[in-house]
């Protein structure tokens, strides 16, 4: 009797088709890691840029907005609180810190007679526990009395982001050539603005990482040029400080018309009565009747003065203050 023959596989089959199945498991979960880290890298990519474009947007509007006012020419430049400063701890890195007025705000009603003029700040600065990097954006809705080159505390502004590791601001004037410190201020760049900025910023991928994504650079223009006041006043026919109009080699302001040795401004404010009494300019234009006087001037430059003391516009332009606003 013959023995019956079985099917099966041999011990060398059987291993060969482990080793082949281990090896397509292997290729199998590399191929997965490695897309689950690039789908994981394109997730943190997206998101630092989302979030530069988000910083960037709002830093290039503040720019954007930067309005001056140019020193008429008997001021004081201590008493001229229109400014913008740039300041840099390392100057290859671009500005660190800026503060300059700008046109910006928006008012808390549509209806209220507010100015849109406020001073803005921004700062990069350690963060509380000195182990990281932040933004803090400050702003105020009034103007300093005097020239401020201070910088806000940081406690009183908003901290808009942290895990910067890069920020700078390079400006660009009228040579083309990028410069970290501005100050209108001062005599190189009196009473002037920059014409465009680059806005560069980075960020560390992660708080246990040195990884930087970026940098993330945005070029803005700087739309709104220096405000002359004085020669829209001169061109509107109201007198100023130190303009000669008739030619006769007395400044308008130090006409003395009934020859009392007095100028004739001087003599307007002994009969008007001294200060203003809190009386704010948009009231001494209604009661004095100005509208027409001021028609050739830039609406934006009489917004801009309408909310102060009719007393202290008066003085930071040169011209007499009317009798009806005493």
């Excluded at 309005?67 to 100057?91: I, Q």
């Excluded at 290859?92 to 209806?111: M, T």
């Amino acid at each position: 009797m013959s023995a019956v023959r079985r099917a099966g596989f041999t011990l060398l089959e059987v291993m060969a088709v482990v080793l082949l199945t281990g090896l397509l498991v292997w290729f199998t979960t590399d191929f997965y890691l490695d897309l689950s880290h690039q789908s994981r890298a394109a997730v943190d990519t997206a998101r630092h840029a989302r979030r530069a474009v988000v910083l960037l947007d709002r830093i290039a509007r503040d720019l954007e907005s930067a309005v001056l006012v140019r020193k008429p020419g008997p001021v004081d430049p201590l008493l001229h609180p229109w400014l913008f400063l740039a300041e840099s701890d390392d100057p290859s890195a671009g500005a660190q810190r800026l503060k300059f007025s700008s046109r910006g705000r928006r008012p808390r009603s549509p209806q209220a007679a507010e100015s849109d003029v406020e001073m803005v700040a921004w700062q990069l600065a350690r963060t509380e526990d000195g182990d990281d990097y932040q933004l803090v954006r400050w702003s105020s809705p009034r103007l300093p009395p005097v020239r401020d080159l201070s910088w806000p505390p940081l406690e009183e502004g908003d901290r808009v982001a942290r895990g910067i590791a890069e920020f700078g601001v390079f400006l660009y004037g009228e040579t083309g050539q990028p410069t970290a410190r501005w100050d209108s201020s001062a005599l190189l760049d009196s009473s002037e603005l920059p014409l465009s900025a680059e806005i560069r910023v980075s960020f560390y991928v992660d708080e246990e990482s040195d990884a930087i994504a970026g940098p993330f650079v945005r070029r803005v223009a700087l739309p709104l040029r220096p405000l002359d006041i004085e020669a829209q006043l001169e061109a509107a026919g109201v007198p100023v400080a130190g303009v000669d109009r008739n030619g006769d080699g007395i400044p308008d302001d130090e006409q003395d018309a009934d020859g009392d040795g007095v100028p004739d401004p001087v003599d307007d404010d002994v009969a008007g009565g001294g200060e203003a009494g809190g009386m704010t300019a948009r009231e001494c234009v209604q009661v004095a009747g100005l509208q027409p006087m001021l028609a050739g001037i830039e609406p934006e430059v009489v917004e801009s003065f309408m909310g102060l003391p009719a007393s202290q516009v008066a003085g930071y332009l040169g011209i007499p203050l009317p009798a009806e606003c005493r």
